[in-house]
């Protein structure tokens, strides 16, 4: 499904095969670097036959917005967050943001908290420094960017198959999916997250309901800097996840999922 987006391009966005109903409540759904919005396939079905109006969106430059230019900052990506929920019709939505997603969550819920009725950050820190060789990697389009960053992203069961369905193995499907992408639009990414230095500022700004999701074996944004992280956010809540790395909504769904419905309602 596609929505405009001002003047821009249009923009795309699943909804589930449901139609966004005027007045439901809304969940717009943001992906990490370089991914799309098929990351949230599970938790954004369970939400659109909920009772809820799922937004995945494809970021631009990612998924099928691969033909836009990508968003060159962590505030870029905010204020093109908030001009969609405007866009799709909707005065407020519960914003869940995953890894850079997350920081572009936070960002939104700081500078448009009049878009923003629930905040859930997903492997999120309030910095997310890219280690330099890596940023390297990237902006080579050295494949081994990707293998480092699939590596890095999943826990145990990940490494080890960890699909719930039988054969399935969730490094691999990651890392097609970083691979189907363009490499210069990940190294743009990557870099948005390195430069990004208003997590502390804009964590504390924020005012509405909001919840740290963190994975118990995230080796790139550890529990500590997701706690810290929701330490700083007045009133927020902080869940670990058990047995999940940084990619927490496919390592363990099901306990993302009820994790998200408490939080939301």
Not at 92 to 102: C, I, P
Not at 202 to 230: K, N, Q
Request: proline residues 6%.
């Amino acid at each position: 499904m596609s929505a405009p987006s001002g003047p821009q391009a249009p923009i795309a966005i699943s909804t589930y095969g449901r139609a966004v109903v005027r007045g439901a409540r809304t969940a717009v759904l943001v992906h990490g670097a370089g991914m799309d919005q098929s990351v949230w396939t599970l938790q954004g079905r369970y939400l659109a036959f909920h009772g809820w109006n799922a937004v995945a969106v494809d970021l631009p430059g990612h998924g099928r917005a691969k033909n836009q230019p990508a968003l060159g900052s962590i505030g870029e990506i905010a204020d093109w967050l908030a001009a969609l929920v405007e866009a799709i019709g909707v005065e407020r939505a519960a914003v869940v943001g995953h890894s850079m997603g997350a920081l572009a969550a936070l960002e939104l819920a700081a500078r448009h908290p009049e878009r923003v009725s629930q905040l859930a950050l997903l492997g999120a820190a309030a910095r997310m420094p890219v280690h330099p060789e890596l940023l390297d990697l990237a902006r080579r389009h050295d494949r081994r960017a990707v293998d480092l960053i699939c590596d890095w992203a999943f826990g145990t069961r990940g490494h080890l198959g960890g699909n719930p369905l039988p054969g399935g193995w969730l490094m691999g499907t990651a890392r097609g999916l970083l691979l189907r992408g363009d490499p210069a639009v990940l190294a743009n990414d990557l870099a948005a997250c390195d430069a990004y230095r208003n997590g502390e500022r804009a964590a504390e700004a924020v005012r509405c309901p909001t919840l740290v999701l963190v994975g118990a074996e995230d080796r790139m944004t550890p529990p500590r800097a997701g706690r810290e992280l929701a330490e700083r956010i007045p009133g927020a809540a902080c869940v670990e996840i058990d047995e999940a790395g940084h990619m927490m909504m496919v390592e363990q769904p099901e306990a993302t999922l009820n994790a998200l419905r408490k939080f939301m309602g």
